[in-house]
C-alpha cells in the first residue's frame, strides 16, 4: 500500500497518525539510531486507510502490541527541516491507554522492526523540556491534554 507521502523538488509532504501514551505522568517515546531526537511511536498513513487503522498498524508493527487508539487530542500542521528536507506534515495525535502488557517492557525496551532498530523509553513529562524532542508543541501541552480534539499550526524551524 501506498503512504500518503511525496517529495517535490521544493520538500516532502506526509501524512502521520502518532501515539501519545502516557503512564504516571511519563510519555512513552522512541529513538532510531541515525535519527538526532526522540518522538512518538506512530507512522505515515496509507492512502484509502482510516488515520485510526494506520495507527493501530503501525503500533502493532512498532511495538509488537495491540494498542487500540484511545481518543484523538490534536491534529497538527507542521513545517520543519530534516536532514536538509523541508517537511510539511499533518500528524494526528491520538490518546493511547498503556495496557499492562506495554509497562511490564520496563522503562527501557528495544524492539527491531526490519532493518530499523526502535530504542523506547519512558520519559517524565519535565524531562521533555531538555530534550530533542517531537513535535516540540508537546513539551508543554503534555501538561494539559485537551478535553476535545485541538487544531494546532506551527513552524519548528
Excluded at 501524512?15 to 503512564?23: G, K, P, S, T
Excluded at 494506520?54 to 497538527?76: K, Q, S, T, V
Excluded at 527501557?108 to 531538555?130: A, D, I, M, N, P
Aim: glycine residues 6%; contains cysteine; hydrophobic residues 40%.
Amino acid at each position: 500500500s501506498m503512504d500518503i507521502s511525496f517529495k517535490a523538488t521544493e520538500g516532502a509532504f506526509n501524512y502521520r497518525a502518532a501515539a501519545i501514551i502516557v503512564h504516571d505522568g511519563k510519555l512513552l517515546v522512541l529513538q532510531d539510531e541515525g535519527i538526532p531526537h526522540d518522538y512518538l511511536p506512530g507512522g505515515r498513513v496509507h492512502l484509502g486507510e482510516p488515520a485510526e487503522a494506520a495507527l493501530a498498524r503501525e503500533l502493532r508493527e512498532e511495538l509488537d502490541i495491540g494498542l487500540p487508539p484511545h481518543r484523538l487530542a490534536f491534529m497538527a500542521e507542521s513545517f520543519f527541516t530534516l536532514m536538509g528536507t523541508r517537511y510539511h506534515e499533518m500528524c494526528l495525535y491520538y490518546l493511547t491507554e498503556a495496557p499492562p502488557e506495554l509497562l511490564r517492557r520496563g522503562d527501557r525496551f528495544t524492539r527491531v522492526e526490519g532493518s530499523e532498530v526502535h530504542h523506547f523509553r519512558w520519559v517524565k513529562f519535565e524531562e521533555l523540556r531538555e530534550m530533542s524532542f517531537f513535535p516540540i508543541f508537546l513539551k508543554e501541552r503534555i501538561f494539559s491534554l485537551p478535553d476535545s480534539p485541538e487544531f494546532i499550526s506551527l513552524d519548528s524551524d
